[in-house]
């Protein structure tokens, strides 16, 4: 059952107000891992927010501006911080909706919280005091992905980090836990006991089933996991649901065996709102 929890708001300045917590609609935070060039950004971003508009479901557009932690040194990394935010500010004025990417260094904090909504913390720097100080200084919302080799109760220190910084509210991201090698596990015990740290909690349905390494040179993954565990998230009670989608995941740059195709999408979503509104009908 879904108890009282923190509220956050992520939007406004003339683009959709998304409310995230207590008894609102699941949030989608949804988008393609990196951003590949704008057309193909502006091209996913458009056909989510039609997608949520039709569902009824509040959308956060997410693509990252560099993946600074991929596994090889030639794999590709994106547009870099000041092309990246440039074209992130024209999808959120385009379409209408809020923006979020990963910021991976403390100066990227302020340069980005003048353009996005929200702002993201990757799971390997959920500890790194600096990144989490610089982004609650900002006054932004933002949100923590929970390492992967974190329990979940620990991570409330960074949330407090961010909070005694400024921040304008937390979203705690369970991506899964590393589970051996090359692989993670999802312990819905953990969305629970987030939950309990008084902040919005979010699953992320992509990174749970990604196999990291898997590939030797990149990241593995099984995009068909992904809407077993986004429903039994659901069903937990989280507050929002992250996921990586891409118009053709063969063929991105960027985590493709864990993206979910855009085709596949409408149906999904539908599933996780009725199972949304099951939840907070019965609580």
Same mark, same amino acid.
């Given at each position: 059952?879904?108890?009282?929890?923190?509220?956050?708001?992520?939007? #406004?300045?003339?683009?959709?107000?998304?409310?995230? /917590? /207590?008894?609102?609609?699941?949030?989608?935070?949804?988008?393609?891992?990196?951003?590949?060039?704008?057309?193909?950004?502006?091209?996913?971003?458009?056909?989510?927010?039609?997608?949520?508009?039709?569902? =009824?479901?509040?959308?956060?557009?997410?693509? +990252?501006? *560099?993946?600074?932690?991929? &596994?090889?040194?030639?794999?590709?990394? #994106?547009?870099?911080?000041?092309? #990246?935010?440039?074209?992130? &500010?024209?999808?959120?004025?385009?379409?209408?909706?809020?923006?979020?990417?990963?910021?991976?260094?403390?100066?990227?904090?302020?340069?980005?919280?003048?353009?996005?909504?929200?702002?993201?913390?990757?799971?390997?720097?959920?500890? %790194?005091?600096?990144?989490?100080?610089?982004?609650?200084?900002?006054?932004?919302?933002?949100?923590?992905?929970?390492?992967?080799?974190?329990?979940?109760?620990?991570?409330?220190?960074?949330?407090?980090?961010?909070? &005694? +910084?400024?921040?304008?509210?937390?979203?705690?991201?369970?991506?899964?836990?590393?589970? =051996?090698?090359?692989?993670?596990?999802?312990?819905?015990?953990?969305?629970?006991?987030?939950?309990?740290?008084?902040?919005?909690?979010?699953?992320?349905?992509?990174? +749970?089933?990604?196999? @990291?390494?898997?590939?030797? !040179?990149?990241? #593995?993954?099984?995009?068909?996991?992904? @809407?077993?565990?986004?429903?039994?998230?659901?069903?937990? /009670?989280?507050?929002?649901?992250?996921?990586?989608?891409?118009?053709?995941? *063969? +063929?991105?740059?960027?985590?493709?065996?864990?993206?979910?195709?855009? !085709? !596949?999408?409408?149906?999904?979503?539908? %599933?996780?709102?009725?199972?949304?509104?099951?939840?907070? !009908?019965?609580?």
């Amino acid at each position: 059952m879904i108890g009282p929890v923190a509220r956050m708001m992520v939007g #406004g300045d003339g683009v959709s107000e998304v409310p995230i /917590g /207590g008894r609102h609609p699941i949030a989608l935070i949804a988008g393609p891992c990196v951003i590949e060039s704008e057309e193909i950004a502006s091209r996913i971003c458009g056909a989510i927010a039609r997608c949520c508009a039709d569902i =009824g479901l509040p959308f956060i557009f997410k693509a +990252s501006f *560099d993946k600074a932690n991929r &596994s090889s040194l030639a794999s590709y990394r #994106g547009p870099g911080l000041e092309d #990246g935010l440039e074209i992130l &500010s024209r999808i959120r004025s385009e379409h209408g909706v809020p923006v979020t990417t990963d910021i991976h260094l403390p100066e990227h904090a302020a340069p980005a919280a003048e353009v996005v909504d929200l702002l993201q913390i990757p799971a390997f720097l959920c500890r %790194q005091t600096d990144l989490l100080v610089a982004a609650g200084q900002t006054g932004m919302p933002v949100n923590l992905k929970k390492g992967q080799f974190l329990a979940p109760w620990d991570i409330g220190h960074a949330v407090a980090k961010l909070a &005694s +910084s400024g921040a304008a509210g937390v979203l705690v991201t369970e991506r899964g836990s590393s589970f =051996g090698y090359n692989n993670l596990v999802v312990d819905m015990r953990a969305l629970p006991t987030i939950r309990a740290l008084g902040v919005p909690v979010c699953f992320d349905a992509t990174h +749970s089933v990604q196999k @990291p390494g898997g590939l030797g !040179d990149r990241s #593995g993954g099984d995009r068909t996991m992904v @809407p077993y565990l986004a429903r039994a998230a659901v069903a937990a /009670g989280v507050d929002a649901v992250f996921l990586e989608a891409h118009e053709d995941p *063969d +063929s991105a740059l960027s985590d493709g065996p864990n993206m979910v195709h855009l !085709d !596949d999408l409408p149906g999904l979503l539908r %599933q996780l709102a009725d199972v949304d509104r099951l939840v907070k !009908d019965l609580s």
